[in-house]
């Protein structure tokens, strides 16, 4: 299973499952829940955290959390 | 979690209010600030909420027939769900369980129309509260400016509530806001999301549960307090409303759907965004195909891999050095200031103890403390900006991945670099940290960097003991040093980070989810306006602890008052007998001259006799080993007040009027003062060195164990704080002093 952490910058996902017990709520809050459209748009300078966009808004968060993020790719943006 | 006592949620009996009372509600970032500011004009009051750090701030405007309608500025929240004391605040203010502040009317809930989904998350848990609500949808320009066109009347139609578009940047809307507040009460929405079958069964019966408990709240509150209670993990910072009965039967509930294998957290965040996510895509339009907007084209500098950290860094540099350019002036005008103050009171009043209770105590002890205004409000100048402009996210976002090394995350890094400047607007800047564990943390460590009072101490010492050459020609060794003192603190304060956050402060690891929100040209006036009010916090609440040490240290300075030295008092003599043989000029020169001299060392006669004196001798035997006597034991209890004392009463003990770290007289005499036991020279490099060692590390600024006592809310982390400085600081100089001494140094 691929996850959030395997995507590179510029591509996208979609969110199927997770990978821990249970999903932390606060991304969830966020509005990370499986069927949610993820761009991955860059690395921070040290490689850790990521950030991304979904739901028209950018987050960012740690490659350990990226990790418990299940996704399909959908192919990369233009 | 704890089973709280009973306590209703509003008492019976409480007389009516004639004055609307609104609650403003948003997430962060979507220009709160703005709003608030705009419809009370600044008439605001800002404060804390008994007992607990978040910011208490209300304002007033006036309906259009001149009543006045009081706002209060909910905490800026993604949720009402208590995962942090922010959000906690934030629900309780709403719900009017808030101690210092009554239930509220009517709820403006503001949402960002560019960022309208998750925006709604938050509305949608404000609207089942039950209350009067308007949705003020705010950023339409920039909604637009990214191709979507927010449709305001069919949001409201879906909410069930008024929607008010507006730009708050700008003052539009800002009118048709003011309007809606002072009218009619519009009437609460019925809840339109779907949560869970099972879970909505077991939230329905503890609400019908509560009909009992709590007859005065409405059936959708009720509702809501269910579900609430029911989604709730961890203990509540606060004391809960709720009877032991109710939560067994809460326990019981969530047992049960545990074994059904739902998780009724996750069912109500689900729930309310399969209502919303459909309901953007019909209140939003298209208008134009996405393209990279001005934020991907700044974040391409900004947060760029090798770009980033360089400016990251050039930024800060910029406003360290503006913090101490800058402020001089200020300082040497308060400075000034003080002096001249205390000239005017000593010209006015007669020679007597409260003459120098006020001038000695009260003017010279508070204005240590009110100098540090200046960089206060210009560090809080560039902070308002950093955060307002969107920076202050990437700052966190680029330096994340060292500040987890030591258990912290990014969003530590502003509070401890605006150590540098001061503690005490670090300690506050800590505000911004969600993770408590993190955040007190981050409170712990924050007095370990060098702040500017340490600055006058370090600028005498290296001044009398270092020498002026250089390095290689260009690196000179003060400089040399002075760096080394800061490298110094930092690592300190790493290595009590990682050592607290191991094995002190426990708690939950934190999850770092943090938005970087789009950039935006800060509103010069709220910058402003926040510079002030913080400034206005750091001046009442240091300011009073600060003048009341300054009355203690006053009188451990003075009393038991001592006579004249009668050795003094003889060579008086003398001199006065010897100089009457001589002419009249010279004579009068010589003896004021010599008359000074004796006015000197009866202040340092009487300041050794009195109690800070033996004091200093007292804490002898516990300073020795790290090289001090005791007129430097006089000074670090002096400095216990604030750490640039230690100048003064070194001035006063070596008998130098207003001494200050430019005072070569002062340098000399110290550098001239032998220990009477030993007969070798007080001072060394090495013991100043110590010294130096000794002020990276001790907390010594009551000012700070203040701030602290307010920001954590109990005394247990400021005395944990105080100890384990003052510990870490000792071991270290004694390492300085005897490891220099056992390789020779002297």
Avoid at chain 2, 354 to 376: E, K, N, T, Y
Wanted: neutral net charge; proline residues 6%; contains cysteine.
């Amino acid at each position: 299973m691929i996850t959030l952490r395997d995507l590179k910058p510029g591509e996208r996902a979609v969110v199927v499952g997770w990978a821990g017990s249970a999903p932390p709520i606060r991304l969830l809050e966020m509005g990370v829940m499986r069927g949610t459209e993820i761009e991955v748009v860059k690395l921070a300078p040290l490689g850790d955290p990521i950030e991304i966009k979904l739901r028209g808004y950018h987050l960012s968060l740690r490659k350990q959390e990226a990790e418990q993020i299940e996704i399909a790719r959908v192919g990369s943006s233009a | 979690m704890s089973e709280p006592a009973y306590e209703r949620i509003s008492a019976p009996h409480v007389p009516p209010q004639p004055e609307r009372l609104v609650a403003l509600a948003g997430n962060p970032n979507v220009g709160k600030t703005t709003v608030f500011n705009r419809l009370t004009r600044m008439r605001q009051k800002v404060g804390n909420y008994p007992g607990v750090t978040v910011e208490h701030k209300t304002g007033s405007m006036l309906g259009p027939d001149g009543t006045p309608i009081t706002i209060i500025d909910v905490p800026g929240t993604y949720s009402l769900n208590p995962r942090s004391l922010d959000e906690e605040v934030a629900y309780r203010v709403l719900i009017g369980a808030m101690e210092g502040s009554r239930r509220p009317d009517l709820v403006v809930c503001l949402v960002d129309a560019s960022n309208l989904e998750r925006n709604l998350y938050l509305a949608s848990q404000v609207l089942d509260l039950g209350k009067p609500t308007i949705i003020a949808l705010n950023m339409v320009d920039a909604a637009e400016g990214a191709g979507i066109q927010a449709d305001a009347g069919k949001l409201s139609e879906e909410l069930g509530v008024p929607v008010i578009p507006m730009v708050a940047s700008r003052g539009q809307g800002i009118e048709e806001l003011r309007a809606a507040i002072c009218g009619p009460l519009p009437i609460p929405a019925r809840r339109r999301w779907k949560l869970d079958l099972a879970v909505e069964e077991k939230a329905d019966a503890l609400a019908h549960r509560l009909e009992r408990d709590l007859p005065a709240l409405s059936p959708k509150q009720r509702f809501s307090d269910a579900l609430r209670a029911l989604t709730q993990r961890g203990a509540s910072f606060f004391e809960v409303h709720h009877t032991p009965a109710f939560w067994s039967e809460v326990r019981e509930a969530r047992e049960a759907l545990e074994r059904a294998g739902v998780s009724s957290e996750q069912a109500e965040v689900v729930g309310r965004y399969e209502w919303i996510t459909p309901m953007a895509g019909r209140v939003l339009e298209r208008t134009s195909l996405p393209k990279a907007t001005l934020t991907d084209r700044i974040d391409a500098v900004l947060t760029h891999r090798v770009a980033g950290p360089i400016l990251f860094f050039l930024i800060l540099a910029v406003v360290f050095q503006s913090v101490f350019a800058w402020a001089g002036p200020f300082m040497d005008a308060i400075d000034g200031a003080t002096a001249s103050l205390g000239d005017r009171v000593g010209a006015s009043l007669p020679e007597g103890p409260i003459r120098s209770l006020l001038i000695d105590g009260i003017i010279a002890g508070v204005g240590a403390v009110v100098i540090f205004l200046p960089q206060i409000l210009i560090l809080f100048f560039f902070l308002g900006l950093l955060e307002d402009t969107g920076y202050m996210a990437r700052a966190a976002f680029i330096m994340d991945r060292i500040m987890k090394r030591v258990g912290l995350s990014g969003r530590s890094v502003v509070p401890l670099l605006s150590g540098f400047a001061c503690a005490i607007p670090g300690i506050m800047a800590a505000r911004t940290i969600e993770n408590q564990r993190d955040r007190l943390v981050t409170i712990m460590v924050t007095p370990l960097m060098t702040c500017s009072a340490r600055l006058p101490v370090y600028a005498l010492l290296i001044g009398a003991f270092i020498p002026a050459g250089a390095l290689f020609g260009f690196l000179g060794y003060q400089g040399l040093t002075l760096l080394a003192l800061y490298l110094l603190g930092v690592a300190f304060a790493v290595f009590a980070a990682w050592v607290l956050k191991r094995f002190v402060i426990k708690g939950e690891q934190s999850v770092f989810v943090m938005e970087l929100p789009p950039y935006r040209l800060p509103r010069l006036r709220d910058v402003l306006w926040r510079m002030l009010e913080r400034s206005k916090l750091f001046l009442t609440r240091a300011g009073t602890i600060v003048f009341a040490v300054a009355v203690v240290l006053w009188f451990l300075a003075t009393y038991p008052e001592v006579g004249p030295k009668p050795e003094i008092e003889t060579r008086r003599a003398e001199l006065t007998q010897l100089l009457s043989g001589t002419s009249e000029g010279e004579r009068s020169a010589e003896l004021a001259a010599g008359l000074a001299e004796f006015e000197d060392e009866q202040a340092a006669y009487a300041l050794s006799e009195s109690a800070m004196g033996h004091l200093g001798r007292f804490i002898e035997p516990v300073i020795a080993p790290l090289g001090y006597d005791w007129k430097i034991g006089v000074a670090l209890v002096a400095s216990l007040a604030a750490r640039e004392v230690a100048v003064s009463a070194l001035g006063t003990i070596y008998s130098v009027q207003d001494a200050d770290e430019t005072s070569s007289r002062l340098v000399d005499r110290m550098r001239a003062d032998l220990s009477p036991r030993t007969g070798k020279p007080t001072w060394t490099p090495l013991v100043a060195a110590s010294l130096m060692v000794f002020f990276v590390l001790a907390c010594q600024c009551l000012a700070t164990v203040a701030v602290v006592r307010r920001e954590t809310a109990s005394w247990r982390w400021p005395l944990f704080m105080f100890g384990y400085m003052t510990a870490l600081a000792w071991a270290a100089a004694f390492v300085t002093y005897q490891g220099g001494a056992l390789l020779g140094l002297s």
